[in-house]
């Protein structure tokens, strides 16, 4: 069965956002017949200029919904005025209803959170529009770190099938997921070796924003960072920061999820990370003393939160490391 796209286009969005999905459903198709079609769809039609000046021909939003299987909302610099553009968002809640499943490309996850389509469900965008996110729709769950993002249709409740992914290369890894959900993944797995891109990364992989992605130069909690910075190996739970902070545990986790985007304890595992990672990219320690240094306490779990983040074992980071760590 085909399965018929239809991918959202906006003044300003992002050409590789667009690109990228494009080349895994072709490569798809080149390999399974009839296994996708698409066009491109915008609410000015009938061209849109991309962030790079280039305009791509493109159709009305479309009046029948019956016939479309996937609405794909593009990201790029104009998602803001997207996200006002009130005939957009107007068919975009009556196509989360028809049965189609909707999904986003980087911060086209927001267009879909001004539509409502993402409350209370998880979600995730661009590492760099995280903190607007977390502040204009505190109804969605955002998962910061994450590379995409499926949510299932919850057809008693009339809620559609969600995908959400986060930078532009992130797209791929969405649309290589979609494939392998729809069609098998062993076709994936040929689409991402003729695209020359790895197969799989799991949509768990954090984006790994570093240290200064989580501050912002008027910030409450940029002086409380560098401090974990400086000291990896002190405690630095929840309830220890909050503490420094002058801060309930409770309100001090939600202004610090508000403000960054990330959770206490994602953010200071990143900060081991980061700096476990550059230890070992320099040779000049072991691994344990690496892991020690670092806060992490032991090897195991540094490992854990390598793969976490960075989707390979500390080893990997070690001049001419290859191995597990």
């Not at 009938?46 to 016939?67: E, N």
């Not at 910075?229 to 309100?251: G, I, K």
């Not at 595992?269 to 230890?279: D, H």
Request: net charge positive; glycine share 8%.
């Amino acid at each position: 069965m085909t399965c018929r796209i239809a991918f959202v286009l906006f003044p300003g969005f992002q050409q590789l956002d667009l690109a990228g999905p494009m080349a895994v459903f072709e490569v798809a198709r080149l390999a399974l017949s009839g296994s996708y079609e698409w066009r491109l769809v915008a609410s000015a039609p009938p061209a849109v200029r991309s962030s790079a000046g280039v305009a791509w021909p493109a159709q009305g939003l479309p009046r029948q919904l019956g016939d479309l299987d996937l609405v794909m909302v593009i990201g790029g610099d104009g998602v803001d005025a997207a996200c006002q553009d009130s005939r957009l968002i107007a068919w975009l809640r009556r196509a989360s209803k028809s049965g189609a499943r909707m999904a986003s490309i980087c911060s086209g996850s927001l267009v879909l959170a001004a539509a409502g389509l993402l409350d209370e469900r998880t979600a995730t965008t661009h590492w760099s529009r995280s903190r607007q996110f977390a502040t204009d729709f505190p109804a969605v769950r955002l998962q910061p770190d994450r590379i995409y993002v499926r949510e299932p249709a919850v057809r008693q409740q009339g809620l559609p099938e969600l995908w959400t992914s986060a930078g532009m290369t992130a797209g791929i890894d969405l649309c290589l997921a979609l494939l392998a959900h729809d069609h098998g993944e062993d076709i994936a797995r040929e689409a991402a070796r003729q695209l020359v891109v790895e197969r799989r990364r799991p949509g768990g992989q954090s984006q790994f924003s570093p240290l200064l992605d989580l501050q912002r130069p008027d910030g409450r909690f940029g002086a409380l960072l560098d401090e974990v910075r400086r000291d990896l190996q002190r405690d630095h739970r929840v309830e220890e920061l909050a503490a420094r902070a002058c801060m309930s545990p409770r309100h001090f986790a939600r202004c610090f999820h508000a403000e960054t985007g990330a959770t206490p304890a994602q953010a200071v595992e990143r900060l081991r990370v980061e700096a476990a990672r550059a230890a070992l990219e320099s040779g000049s320690a072991s691994v344990l003393r690496v892991a020690l240094e670092s806060g992490f306490g032991n090897t195991e779990r540094m490992r854990r939160a390598f793969l976490r983040l960075l989707g390979r074992p500390p080893a990997a980071f070690r001049p001419g490391g290859v191995g597990a760590g």
